[in-house]
């Protein structure tokens, strides 16, 4: 029975719940068993063991209800396929590398890479000349991010390897794909750096910004291997961006590879503060006594300077101390995280804040009071090509999705603005902190539950728009429709 749980284990990574009972009921870990369900917890909780990626439906269902677990550090077959062969002769791939500062990165750093990887996607089914293969070994892992793009996953010496691949051209990846994807991971192997730097370490000082120890690379097919230079060398290019290999002497077009760091939409999508008439006289009496609303608060952050959000904090009793705390705790989030949730630590502290507060500190500051107006008014967004009855519907499961994978790091911002709880929020990031993928899904399923407001098509439009994803959104739910 033990041969045959190893043999299994080795073979495909996979591990029965009633096999890791029967494991312990050896002597030497009987007193386990008292405990099981917590130690299994616990297990997963550290990515020892990774619990198989559940259906957007039931991203909520306990680990209790999880009968087999997939183990990482217990496979050890390598990859036998042509897939990594195939998709460089295809040329329909770009690839990024995490090159870290220490010569190997350490065996546990790269499990649990791979672990959040596994659990965010499907592993890849590859049909080889003879039978069909599931893309997970010990030195490469494939998974499958919808039906035109995989992800393929390399650890080497002190690099891991990450190469996006799409089914025909690389010309036809989608950006905010791309961007999202690396917004995604490049959270994970810092949150998971991050761990380990306390664990040998201690904790960082509050006051001082942690450095990353690892550089981003793009990679490039150069001869016979697979060169690298550091990203920040395309900034640096105009025109068609070209990078010539020292080592072989090689020239390479890597345009396609800003897919990687792409931009968010450039239109402005904030309103217009601008456009109160003369005859404007700012909110009425019953919106000035109310207490301003996340989403309203939200948008009155992104238009303001970090700066400028430090001020206004302070002036509303916000301590230099407090300041330098959030700013350690949003160092690797989007700014207008950090200056949304300074504004909003204040209001909580206040008993009695109201939008007339916040105009009066806004006064104080130069600030006009019919910035506050612009946070009321209503975006107008494109969507002639949508009936009334589909922007009032309710967005697909499957709708919702897909469209995870192209929210990257703006996710907080997009459940403000959907009017999700803002402690549930919070919650989900704490529970995920190193998995946006996972935090987007679980804010998703929670507002497409939610009552009121309705959440429909148009609702989800808008408020994309408001954060620079409409682009996408909008591609992905004409898809569903």
């Not at 890791?20 to 909780?45: A, G, R």
């Not at 770009?94 to 990887?117: G, K, N």
């Not at 730097?197 to 150069?222: D, Q």
């Not at 330098?324 to 008993?351: H, T």
Request: glycine letters at 2%; proline letters at 4%.
């Amino acid at each position: 029975m033990y041969s045959n749980i190893l043999k299994n284990l080795q073979e495909t990574g996979m591990i029965e719940r009633d096999d890791i009972y029967y494991l312990w009921q050896q002597t030497n870990f009987k007193h386990i068993l008292s405990y099981k369900e917590y130690m299994i917890q616990i297990l997963v909780h550290l990515d020892v063991l990774i619990a198989p990626k559940t259906s957007f439906e039931n991203l909520n269902s306990s680990i209790q209800d999880i009968s087999h677990f997939l183990v990482p550090c217990m496979i050890t077959k390598e990859n036998d396929t042509m897939f990594l062969k195939r998709f460089r002769q295809s040329n329909n791939s770009i690839v990024i590398a995490y090159t870290f500062i220490e010569e190997v990165i350490p065996p546990a750093l790269s499990y649990r890479f791979l672990s959040s990887l596994i659990a965010s996607w499907d592993i890849k089914n590859y049909r080889g000349k003879y039978r069909e293969k599931r893309m997970l070994f010990s030195d490469l892992a494939v998974v499958k991010i919808d039906s035109c793009h995989d992800v393929a996953v390399q650890v080497k010496t002190n690099k891991i390897i990450v190469s996006l691949i799409h089914a025909k051209t690389k010309e036809d990846i989608i950006p905010t794909l791309a961007s999202s994807l690396q917004e995604c991971l490049t959270a994970t192997i810092v949150g998971i750096s991050k761990f380990y730097s306390k664990l040998t370490e201690g904790v960082p000082s509050k006051n001082k910004k942690s450095a990353i120890p690892f550089n981003i690379e793009f990679g490039v097919f150069c001869e016979s291997d697979m060169c690298f230079f550091n990203h920040n060398v395309m900034s640096l290019s105009t025109g068609e961006p070209i990078w010539i290999c020292k080592k072989h002497k090689q020239r390479h077009r890597i345009k396609n590879l800003s897919a990687w760091f792409s931009e968010k939409e450039t239109h402005k999508f904030e309103p217009n503060i601008d456009v109160c008439t003369s005859f404007c006289r700012g909110l009425g009496r019953l919106e000035m006594e109310r207490c301003p609303l996340p989403h309203h608060v939200r948008r009155l952050a992104a238009q303001l300077s970090i700066d400028e959000c430090r001020e206004i904090a302070t002036m509303l009793g916000s301590t230099p101390q407090e300041w330098d705390d959030l700013v350690y705790e949003f160092e690797r989030q989007p700014a207008n995280d950090l200056k949304l949730m300074a504004l909003w630590s204040c209001i909580m502290k206040s008993g009695n804040f109201s939008y007339r507060s916040l105009q009066n500190v806004l006064e104080k500051k130069g600030r006009s009071a019919h910035l506050l107006c612009g946070l009321f008014r209503d975006v107008k967004i494109d969507v002639s090509d949508m009936s009334e009855d589909t922007l009032n519907k309710i967005p697909s499961v499957d709708a919702l999705h897909e469209l995870s994978n192209h929210i990257g790091n703006i996710n907080m911002q997009l459940a403000i603005e959907l009017e999700v709880d803002l402690s549930y929020i919070q919650q989900i990031q704490y529970n995920h902190k190193n998995r946006l993928l996972d935090q987007t899904r679980k804010m998703f399923l929670k507002w497409r539950h939610d009552k009121y407001p309705k959440p429909t098509v148009l609702r989800l439009l808008k408020a994309s728009y408001r954060v620079g994803k409409f682009a996408p959104t909008y591609q992905v739910l004409q898809n569903y429709i």
